[in-house]
């Protein structure tokens, strides 16, 4: 699938690259994508615990700023972008990609939301997944579309536009 | 494609459907996907303008509640989500969406930033694709993996939350 994309990953490919026959792959995986999405969860598990002590702007972006790294500098681009394309015509993939990876990040980031708020740093009338959506949104849709990079100070720019506003009035 | 998703859209399906021969198809579009993009375009032709006279934050409105409409309300969610699925693996189709679709929404919310700007009513340092990014980047992220659904309450708050910040000390 690195070499050749999700098109020339099939079952059989699969297969004949793990040594195996293409009925052992389908008794664990249902799909090429289930097999990217355990590949990218292989790839991805220590990135989702956030570092103690940090400050809420420095956790908010220290878990952007590692998900831009993570699909810039290594294959998980890649991986994510083919488990994107196969998740929105397969509900079973959506559902694992939603329950084993957006999910379990997603409730770390409301953490750091909740205790940003109970601060004092946060507005407490802000849209946690709306805030969520907003930070990684960018990254996903930039990753998707192409139609625009994802430098190293993207992740500083989101958390600093959403936290201090763009709006002319603001700080 | 609608009936029974980008799968069941072969490029047979479509010239079945069509009353035409395969080579016909193949003479206009390179892929279902291209068709799909037509398709899609061809439904959202009139989105794209803004109407005169308002604000910066109700033009920035404007449009991001014309694309939450369109995704929840229309067939357009299912054909983007499609085109969105296929761009990721098809270099050629992904540039024709950023050339066609993505290009020309942007140039317009470029025009809004920089006239808010012109007003005062936006800060002058602010990343205008990146906070392009941040108003519709969750809409796509939303629509691509449906961990959140689209409300039409949604465009409301990403322009508030960017405009005026979720940090507390904000407003």
Redesign the interface.
């Known amino acids: 699938m690195l070499e050749g994309?999700?098109?020339a990953a099939t079952m059989e490919a699969i297969a004949a690259r793990a040594g195996v026959s293409k009925a052992t792959i389908y008794k664990w995986w249902p799909s090429r994508g289930a097999v990217a999405l355990d590949g990218f969860l292989d790839r991805v598990q220590h990135s989702i615990a956030i570092p103690e002590g940090l400050s809420t702007v420095e956790a908010l972006r220290f878990q952007v700023d590692e998900l831009i790294r993570l699909f810039r500098d290594t294959e998980i681009g890649a991986i994510m972008?083919?488990v994107?394309?196969?998740?929105?015509?397969d509900p079973d993939l959506?559902r694992a990609?939603?329950e084993r990876w957006?999910?379990p990040r997603?409730a770390v980031a409301a953490d750091v939301i909740r205790q940003g708020?109970a601060r004092?740093?946060?507005?407490?009338d802000?849209?946690s997944?709306?805030?969520m959506?907003?930070l990684?949104?960018?990254?996903?849709?930039?990753l998707?579309?192409?139609?625009?990079p994802l430098p190293p100070d993207?992740g500083a720019?989101?958390v600093t536009?959403?936290?201090?506003?763009?709006?002319?009035d603001?700080?």
Do not use: K, M, N
């Open positions: 994309g999700l098109a972008r083919a994107a394309s196969q998740a929105v015509s959506a990609v939603r957006l999910g997603r708020i004092g740093d946060l507005r407490p802000l849209d997944e709306a805030v959506d907003q990684y949104g960018p990254v996903y849709y930039r998707i579309f192409g139609h625009g993207l720019t989101l536009q959403l936290l201090g506003g763009v709006a002319a603001q700080r």
